[in-house]
């Protein structure tokens, strides 16, 4: 079988960009530290989701922003058509400091994007989307909702705000749930 | 050496056929050159049914694009929102699954039995797999469009993906399942047909647009496997009410193990005509047979074990089975390159051939005035705009500032919008005179509407990925939040929102374009014209005699690809379904 000469030199050439390509991802997940939404959120009951029976699960916790063990944590459930938190009031969140997200759905399959960043998930029922984030700056936010959910989808969106750490203050009740020790 | 003659006029090795008295036919007293319906009036006939069918849907869908352009960017809103998304399911589904598949079987039955040179084998057969499909079509079509009117109680405004807890009427599902088995019995007619040219030519090398047909037949049938058992074993029978819940991962899952390899049986037959008449309309021969081989095998071995890179973002899926996708995404990357090098390369010969000259120069030899050549050339041109932005998708670090943005449908517009699309629009006006024995009508149209196509897709498609890249979702009515306003990179918002209806307005008006010509080919030319299009296809310049036989061993290829999707899917759908085959759970919501 004959094989041009401008062939081999396009095979290889093409080989060298693939590789390359692998590379970036590698350094991008070993540099940068870009992480996937993993399996680490678990999985949980979406009619316990749907009912609000929070205490009735290990890996979620009733809708809210709370510091566990030193370190912020937002609870956020999705469900046709809102964040909750997010649409009604805006999650507040501190800058500078690393924030985990843990995300479900008590109904359909949605989406949770800050609209033109790379935090972005899918938001499954039956799962927990689990994924942290560094705030570089303050500022505000836009919650997208980018997976079709029904005949409302358009309207579902919601605002997350930066804050100093200075101006970051937990609401009282998540307070409470820290000193009494929760999960 | 290659069997590619239709009618084995020669047997000489790298020689064009010689045109013979066995070239002309005499119908009605005038004598025309021999087409395929001359040859294969059965198959023409089948062809012509599933290209009309296609084209059909095709309209309509094309209508309910240019509805879905002018309503999200606010130009014009003749829907409420809430219908945008019954609109926009019947897009997808009469676009990417109807319009593709009736056009991908016309192609490939035309081509099998062209490059076999044996009429498929039965009739009753190829009836049963095109009712098949069109039932299914049929239903599936019906349930979306009652949607609309609500005094009918069946609605599927589910999208093209279908994601379980959301409930299309049973119908809906019934109809998807019954395209695949469709385009299931499909493949069984040209592997019968391969086996009776087998028998009369037990060593020859296969053809290559057959082998093309069978390969992707393969792999066509390893990953409808994913969405057949979420159609039929979960979703029929959870609309039903037959079983109360469904794993949505679960199903999510099964069908992105065929919603990868969908996007490929939809580019390997623009793919067959890129190697196989491209290179003649632009007035040369293929460059290299055993390449254009060994392009096919890697689709089939690594097409399907890639569906977790439209998962990146999925909780529930470990990192280390994302990894593992998305380094096979790229090596998928490996086939697409070298068919860029082969028909750049055949293209540039057949310039040479007309007389072209220079490093550059001879790209004006080419007849940029022929729609099928022009309209093939452009769809290359544009997958490679496409398959750039398809790397970027594939990286998936880059992947989280891009997901289920409108990004990604500016991407599949060139993929399967343009290089599937605008390929077989283009390969029609060479291929319907031959099916019908009429000659094409309103050539003139003809000649500009691939252009117009393509000024429609680069508005269309440039503004869709920079809106993308600022945050705008995809498969929205509204996309604009009172909450919150976009930070874009490059351009403002309101002029992206222009050039996405302008561009949709022009693509709408390169569909009309498109149909017109058509219709009025099958409508007003007469029948058995004085045709001038010729069939033939000659010899490549390397041809398969000399390459390694092993290319050819199917069975070979196609067991590597059932273990490679193994090792990518074995674990992680095990470790879905170890917690229960139907949970986590969820109960059906209706739409």
């Known amino acids: 079988m004959h094989v041009h000469r401008f062939e081999k030199l396009w095979f290889g050439a093409a080989l060298l960009l693939i590789v390359a390509f692998i590379a970036t991802i590698v350094y991008g997940a070993a540099g940068p530290g870009v992480a996937m939404v993993s399996d680490d959120g678990g999985t949980i009951d979406a009619d316990k989701v749907a009912n609000g029976n929070f205490n009735q699960t290990d890996n979620f916790r009733s809708p809210g922003v709370y510091r566990e063990n030193g370190q912020v944590h937002v609870y956020i459930v999705a469900r046709q058509f809102l964040f909750n938190p997010g649409t009604s009031q805006a999650i507040e969140v501190p800058a500078n400091e690393q924030v985990t997200f843990h995300v479900t759905s008590a109904d359909v399959m949605h989406g949770f994007n800050l609209a033109g960043t790379n935090v972005n998930s899918m938001v499954i029922p039956g799962q927990v989307a689990t994924f942290s984030v560094t705030f570089d700056e303050t500022g505000s936010h836009g919650i997208v909702c980018h997976e079709y959910c029904g005949s409302g989808h358009h309207t579902m969106a919601g605002k997350l705000t930066v804050v100093s750490q200075s101006q970051f203050e937990l609401a009282p009740d998540a307070d409470a749930v820290e000193a009494s020790g929760g999960s | 050496m290659a069997t590619e003659h239709p009618d084995n006029v020669t047997d000489a090795p790298g020689e064009t056929p010689e045109e ?32 009309g069918v296609s084209f059909l849907s095709f309209a309509v869908g094309a209508l309910f694009g240019l509805v879905q352009a002018l309503h999200r960017t606010g130009v014009l809103r003749v829907i409420a929102s809430a219908d945008y998304y019954t609109i926009l399911t019947a897009h997808g589904v009469l676009l990417a699954l109807v319009f593709t598949t009736f056009g991908i079987t016309g192609l490939f039955h035309w081509a099998n039995t062209r490059s076999l040179g044996v009429a498929p084998t039965s009739q009753r057969l190829t009836w049963l797999w095109i009712g098949t499909m069109t039932l299914g079509t049929l239903f599936a079509g019906s349930t979306i469009v009652a949607g609309l009117f609500p005094d009918i109680p069946a609605s599927a405004d ?10 299309a009427h049973p119908l809906f599902y019934v109809g998807a399942a019954l395209l695949i088995v469709g385009s299931w019995i499909a493949g069984v007619d040209w592997f019968l047909q391969y086996r009776e040219w087998r028998s009369a030519n037990p060593d020859s090398r296969i053809p290559l647009q057959s082998f093309m047909v069978m390969t992707t037949m393969l792999m066509w049938y390893l990953s409808t496997l994913g969405v057949a058992v979420e159609v039929v074993v979960f979703l029929i029978p959870w609309s039903l009410g037959l079983i109360g819940q469904v794993d949505p991962l679960l199903t999510r899952t099964l069908f992105w193990y065929f919603g990868h390899p969908v996007v490929y049986f939809w580019l390997l037959p623009a793919y067959m005509i890129w190697y196989t008449v491209l290179p003649k309309l632009a007035g040369g021969r293929l460059f290299s047979d055993p390449l254009a081989r060994v392009v096919f095998v890697l689709f089939l071995i690594l097409s399907t074990p890639v569906g977790f890179h439209h998962q990146y973002t999925d909780p529930g899926v470990p990192a280390g089975f994302k990894f593992v996708a998305m380094t096979n995404t790229m090596f998928l990357l490996l086939p697409s390159l070298l068919t860029l090098f082969t028909v750049v390369a055949s293209i540039e010969h057949g310039a040479r051939q007309r007389g072209g000259e220079g490093y550059l120069s001879w790209l004006r030899s080419l007849p940029w005035d022929r729609p099928a050549f022009t309209g093939i050339a452009l769809s290359g041109i544009m997958f490679g705009a496409g398959g750039f932005s398809g790397m970027i998708n ?73 809106a993308g890249l600022a945050g705008v979702p995809r498969r929205t009515a509204e996309p604009e939040y009172q909450q919150f306003s976009y930070d874009t990179v ?9 050039q996405i209806a302008l561009g949709g307005t022009v693509l709408f008006v390169g569909a009309v374009m498109f149909l017109a010509v058509m219709l009025a080919t099958w409508t007003l030319s007469p029948p058995n014209a004085n045709l001038r299009v010729n069939g033939e296809l000659p010899e490549p310049l390397s041809t398969a005699t000399d390459s390694p036989k092993v290319l050819d061993n199917l069975k070979l290829w196609f067991a590597v690809a059932v273990v490679l999707v193994v090792l990518a899917y074995g674990i992680p759908l095990y470790s879905m379904v170890a917690d229960g085959i139907l949970s986590p759970g969820s109960v059906p919501f209706p739409v």
């Open chain 2, 158 to 167: 589910v999208l093209f993906t279908f994601y379980a807890p959301l409930e």
């Open chain 2, 490 to 498: 490059v351009g403002g918002i309101a002029e992206m929102q222009m």
């Open chain 2, 394 to 466: 594939a990286g998936m670090n880059i992947n989280y500032l891009v997901h289920n943005t409108l990004w990604v449908p500016g991407h599949f517009h060139l993929t399967v919008g343009t290089a599937f699309a605008l390929t077989l629009m283009a390969v029609s006006y060479w291929l319907v005179p031959q099916i019908t024995g009429k000659r094409l009508k309103l050539r003139g149209v003809a000649a500009l509407q691939p252009y117009v196509w393509f000024l429609g897709m680069v508005l269309m498609s440039n503004a869709m990925h920079r």
């Open chain 2, 20 to 51: 013979t008295d066995e070239s002309y036919v005499e119908i009605d007293g005038t004598e025309r050159r021999r087409a395929f319906v001359d040859r294969y009036p059965n198959a023409a006939q089948a062809v012509r049914v599933l290209f």
